[in-house]
Each structure stands twice: as C-alpha cells, then as structure tokens.
C-alpha cells in the first residue's frame, strides 16, 4: 500500500507540474513554432531529394543532412538556431500531449500506447534538436541516421534473440507506416485543425497536402521497417536504412527516380501540411 501511494503521489505531482507548464502562454507559440520547423526539414529533404530525383543537384539525406544544409545558407547559423528552438518546442507540445492527454486517448491499453509514441516522439525530436545546437555551436552533430541506426541495431542483434527483437521492431515500423496510408485515406487528421477559420480552398489544399504527405511518409516508414528485417534475417546490422538510406533505396528501384521523386514531393507536401499545423492546430489544453 505504501508502495502505491507513493507512485500515487508521484504521479499526481507529475500532473501538477504539467498542467503548470501547459498553462504558461508561452507555451502554445512554442508548440506552433515546433510545427514550423518540423516543416522545414522535411521540406527540405524532400526538396533536396526532389532535386536528386529530377537530376538537378540535390541528394538523398536524412533530417540531419537538412539541418546540414541549413548551416550553409547565409545567415546559416542563426536561423538553425532558430530551427533549434522550434524542435525544442515541438518536444514540449509532444510531452504535453502524452503527459495531459490533449487528444483524449484515456488511460486504457490503447491510449496508454498512444501517449507513449509521444513520449517517443520527443525523443526522436530532443535529438535532432540537440544536433541543431552542435551545429550552430560547431562541435558537430551526432553521427549520421543510418549509422545511428546501424549502432543500436548491433547491440541489439548481440542481445539474446535479438534478431527475433530486431525483426519485430521492423514489423512494427512497417505497421506505423501503413497506419499512416490509413490516416492519409480516411483524412481524420482534419479533425485537428481549426476548420472553422479556414477558407474552403485552404480546406482543400491543407487535405490534399496532409494526404500526399502521410501517404509519403507511409512509404519511407515501410522501406525502413523492410530494411530492419533485413537486417534481423541476415544478423547484420549494416542492412539498416535511416531516412536518407530509405530514400536512395527507393531511387534504385526500376523506374527509381519516377519513385523517388513522387516520395520526395510527398515529403514536401507534408512539411507544407506541418506550417498549416502550426498555423491552424487545435491546442486545447485541459
């Protein structure tokens, strides 16, 4: 019984000290600056894979590659600073989410799951974010997705059945991906945005856009899921693929850069999708 009210306790003051965040009013300019620079990198992954796919310049990289990118614009410092910022915002709003149940999942086993991608989320999110800061600071990012990825692949795969866990979250990366073919063909993400304020053309665009996106997203997500399975069936961790890998992948593929090029605008399509999120989102926070 001590036990549990001790986790009671602690839980009840981790709530406290959420909706105290949650509150501030600076809060939701942050979080609709996160969307923004969410935005930003994928659009221009997709644009430089664009460029690659169409034969004008251009490569298949990852967000980090983005972020490299940013860096060596004019003014290249500054503005990943503020790129920086804004991924740190968007990890706020995703702890906020997962902490406060702002979509309303509940506490059952399956909004529990929900919320916890969240969490996840803001992982993924705090790392790109810290990448940003080493850049602006010049002491480097972190190394690239694919080999990242390859790491803990490895010390997975030297774990006891790791290829049977390796393959798993392989098969649960492609589920996520086709969770998004799901969400691009039902449109429920209109359900987010403030459709009230919104013209019927933006109604129309910001659809299509979110669809083509998740749809795009949907295919990087199977790729890499595929790649995983790979590498469980072989043992080999170097079969990985990061965002970037998945991309070049798909480029190989017959009719490759037709391929390659429709994921990229897709990708494209969903940072454009991201700056309506930042613009029209539904922020209620109970």
């Given at each position: 019984?001590?036990?549990?009210?001790?986790?009671?306790?602690?839980?009840?003051?981790?709530?406290?000290?959420?909706?105290?965040?949650?509150?501030?009013?600076?809060?939701?300019?942050?979080?609709?600056?996160?969307?923004?620079?969410?935005?930003?990198?994928?659009?221009?992954?997709?644009?430089?894979?664009?460029?690659?796919?169409?034969?004008?310049?251009?490569?298949?990289?990852?967000?980090?590659?983005?972020?490299?990118?940013?860096?060596?614009?004019?003014?290249?410092?500054f503005l990943l600073g503020l790129v920086a910022i804004g991924l740190l915002g968007y990890v706020l709003w995703s702890l906020v989410q997962a902490t406060m149940d702002t979509e309303n999942h509940g506490t059952d086993a399956k909004g529990i799951?929900?919320?916890?991608?969240?969490?996840?989320?803001?992982?993924?999110?705090?790392?790109?974010?810290?990448?940003?800061?080493?850049?602006?600071?010049?002491?480097?990012?972190?190394?690239?997705?694919?080999?990242?990825?390859?790491?803990?692949?490895?010390?997975?795969?030297?774990?006891?059945?790791?290829?049977?866990?390796?393959?798993?979250?392989?098969?649960?990366?492609?589920?996520?991906?086709?969770?998004?073919?799901?969400?691009?063909?039902?449109?429920?993400?209109?359900?987010?945005?403030?459709?009230?304020?919104?013209?019927?053309?933006?109604?129309?665009?910001?659809?299509r856009m979110g669809r083509f996106g998740l749809a795009a997203r949907g295919v990087v997500f199977a790729v890499i899921g595929f790649f995983l399975i790979q590498a469980a069936r072989s043992s080999n961790a170097s079969e990985v693929r990061g965002?970037?890998?998945?991309?070049?992948?798909?480029?190989?593929?017959?009719?490759?850069?037709?391929?390659?090029?429709?994921?990229?605008?897709?990708?494209?399509?969903?940072?454009?999708?991201?700056?309506?999120?930042?613009?029209?989102?539904?922020?209620?926070?109970?």
């Open positions: 019984m001590r036990g549990r009210d001790s986790v009671e306790r602690a839980s009840n003051q981790a709530g406290r000290a959420a909706r105290q965040v949650a509150s501030q009013p600076w809060v939701e300019p942050l979080a609709r600056f996160g969307y923004t620079a969410k935005g930003i990198v994928y659009g221009l992954v997709g644009i430089l894979a664009a460029q690659a796919a169409f034969g004008s310049g251009g490569k298949t990289t990852d967000s980090r590659g983005a972020l490299q990118t940013i860096l060596d614009q004019p003014f290249g410092q799951a929900q919320r916890l991608g969240y969490v996840g989320t803001a992982i993924v999110y705090a790392g790109l974010a810290l990448t940003a800061a080493r850049l602006v600071l010049g002491s480097g990012g972190s190394g690239g997705g694919s080999s990242a990825s390859q790491d803990w692949t490895a010390r997975l795969l030297a774990q006891p059945f790791g290829q049977w866990l390796v393959g798993t979250i392989g098969a649960a990366i492609i589920g996520f991906g086709f969770y998004h073919f799901y969400k691009a063909y039902t449109a429920k993400f209109r359900r987010k945005l403030k459709l009230n304020e919104m013209s019927e053309n933006e109604k129309t665009w910001a659809t965002l970037g890998g998945a991309l070049a992948a798909l480029a190989s593929q017959p009719y490759g850069p037709w391929l390659l090029g429709l994921v990229a605008l897709g990708l494209v399509a969903y940072g454009i999708y991201n700056f309506v999120l930042a613009r029209y989102r539904q922020m209620v926070i109970q």
